[in-house]
Each structure stands twice: as structure tokens, then as C-alpha cells.
């Protein structure tokens, strides 16, 4: 790994001369009480806080405050709801992740919001007034946000079921295409002639064998059963482990030929010589591959845009907890400023004893983060984060984390 001051890059060695560099990138939300104005309260971090991180405003619109028991219920309902919102945006990060089979320039490059990529959309928020109206009143702002990425979420499991069921499926055939001659599907290598077929009394046999057993086999197989017939093998093809071979006898000893197989470890494969259906497998595997084909562009590009969605909603739950638990902590009238702050990462923990030193007086507890058995004192709820004397949340915009989940639609 690489530190510098501002992110982490990790590059994971991906063959002899290629890299995959993912960039790990972590946001405070903070929110302060206003001076005489909220702008002397931005002025005032940055004064203090001009090494250690780089800072913007948060801008939220006057939103409508409501009664003190709607306050104190929905900052516990926001808590659930920003889980909820980030878990759903990550998911369809993974969904499109397996679509694009891994193509993780495509797909860093798929990870817009508004055709901003999410450092510019983050640092350059503002609220989308005409799809979430800052005049409803809170519960009913809530519920159209989550609904819209509730909406999103089972869609999400419709979509990417059938197209990663499609997949899968294409998948398993692909993989008795290839591999050993011991799984492989063997219709793909054999031919009408190497078969005695419409015989009530002689079969031909599909045998595998070891190429370190070849001579073996060439010199033993007329002698394994009674019946064998003679010279009736053919080598159908071989590749460095294996060769696969016909062999022709009669119906009766088949069993007692494939007993002796066994013991000398030659493995008789179980396969009856069909036209129609070694035709109606390859016309399967051309139609799963058609459906995938026709699927692949218009779930991409629906997964692009609901990730934009998604993590617009999420960001805009973000600014109602921050406005929720701002107006419990700092009470009325609203006077705070949110500020979205990038952490320096070698300075990250002085930058928490400054903000915690200077910022000590809002809360009897003393200046420094506080680990209350796990919980957060924000506002008048607990949540599970320690405690500091400012209204805080973090936002990690790695998205690329979460390709590596496996996916349980």
C-alpha cells in the first residue's frame, strides 16, 4: 500500500506488469453551532483546522422542524434508514460489478451521480428541492426517500436474479465444455462414426484414459471382458493427462468390461450418442448466450442510474440526520452549519483533538470522543458510534469494497 496525505491507494498485483488501483476515500459530516452566523462557524473551523483537513459546506435548505417527540423519534428511525440506503447503493455496486464480469475500469467509470463522479458530488451537495420538496414535513420527506430506494431495492433483486441466473447457467454449460476429460461434456469431441448405433446386440463405449496407462490400455482392452470386439478402438482425442477412446462389444458384458475398467482405472463414461439432443444442447447454449447478450446493455445501464439514485438518497438522509440531531443538540432557533470535511489522513487523529478540544464547551462531558459501551449520545438517541461533543457522521465513497459480496438474490 501507498499512504499519502489526503487518500490511500492500494494496488493489488494483478499478473507480472498489472495493477488494479482502488482509492479509498472517507468523509466527515460534522455539524456546528452557528456564531452570529453560520458562515463565522465555518470561518472558525477552517481557521483551526487549515493543515489538517480540507473543509466545504454542507448546504441544506430550511427544512421544517416539527415537535420535539417527532424529532427524537425519527433520529432513530434516520439511523436505520442511512443503513438501509448505503447497504441497497453498495448492493447495486456488486450487482453491476458480476455484470461487468469483473471490467473494473467500466465499472469505476459507471459510478457517476448526476455525471459527477461521487468526490464531486459530494463536496459539491446541494438539495434536490424538486424531488424531495424541503417544505414536507419530515416523517413524509423520510418516507419519500426510503420509499424511492426501497422501490429500487426490489427491482434490484428481480433484475439481477434473472440475469445472474442466466449467467450461472451459461456458466455450467461453458464448464463441461472445458476442463478434464474426465467431467467435460464429451458431445462437443465425438462424431457419428465413431459409434455402432441401431445394434440390438453391440454398443460402443466412451473410455478415459490415463496417458501413463495408454499402452495398457491399447494392449489389454480386447481382454477385459468376453466379447470385446477386436481392433474396435479409436483414439477420439487426447490431451496431456488423458486420451478418450471408443470401444465396441457386445451388450451382454458390458458390465462385467466396465468392472474390469475400473480395476485397471480406466474410466467408462456414461454417454448414449443422441443427434437431437447433442443438437438441442448447442441450440441452448446459443439462446442462454443470445439472452445474456440482449440483457447485458439495458442492465447496465439501469444499474447506472438507480446507482445514482440510490446514493443520492442516501446522501440526502445523511443531511436529514444531520439536521435532525443539529436541532436536538444545538436547539432553536436553527442556527448551525454542516461541513463536509476530508481528513488528512497522517494528521486524522490530531484533527480529533483539536475539533474535540475546541468544540469542549458544548457538552459538560469534556472535549475528548467518549466510547459510551459502544453507543453515541447524538442528539437525545444513541447510536452505535462513540461519542463527541459535535454532531457527526461519517462517508466512505469507496464503492469498490463492496464488489467482493457475494450476492444473495
Known sequence: YRVSSEKVSIHIKKNQHQYLTLVVMDYWLISL???????????????ITSTLSVNWKFNTPELKVGTLDVLVGLSDELAKHDTFCEATTRRVVSVLSDV????????????????????????????????????????????????????????LKTRAKNYLDLKNNLSQLDRKETGSLMTKNLGALVKREHFVLDSDYLITLLVVVPQASANDWWLKYERLADFVVPRS?????????????????????????????????FMVRDFVYDEKSLQDSKNERARLADDKQRQYAPLVRWLSVNFSESFIAWVHIKALRVFVESVLRYGLPVNFQPVLMRPNRKTAKKLRDTLASTYRYLDHMGGTPVEMGGAEMTGLMPTQQAYHPYVFYEISINMMDSTGKKNTF
Open 33 to 47: 453551532p452557528g456564531e452570529k452566523t453560520p458562515q463565522q462557524a465555518f470561518d472558525k473551523l477552517n481557521a
Open 100 to 155: 461487468l464480469e469483473g471490467g473494473q475500469t467500466k465499472l469505476q467509470e459507471s459510478l457517476k451521480v448526476n455525471g459527477l463522479d461521487l468526490e464531486s458530488y459530494l463536496t459539491r451537495f446541494t438539495w434536490e428541492t424538486g424531488k424531495y420538496p424541503p417544505k414536507q414535513p419530515l416523517p413524509s420527506l423520510t418516507e419519500i426517500i426510503v420509499g424511492q430506494v426501497a422501490k429500487i431495492e426490489a427491482d
Open 233 to 265: 478402438s479409436q483414439l477420439v482425442t487426447q490431451d496431456s493427462d488423458h486420451m478418450l477412446v471408443t470401444v465396441t462389444l457386445f451388450r451382454r458384458c458390458q458390465d462385467d468390461f466396465k468392472h474390469k475398467c475400473r480395476e485397471n482405472k
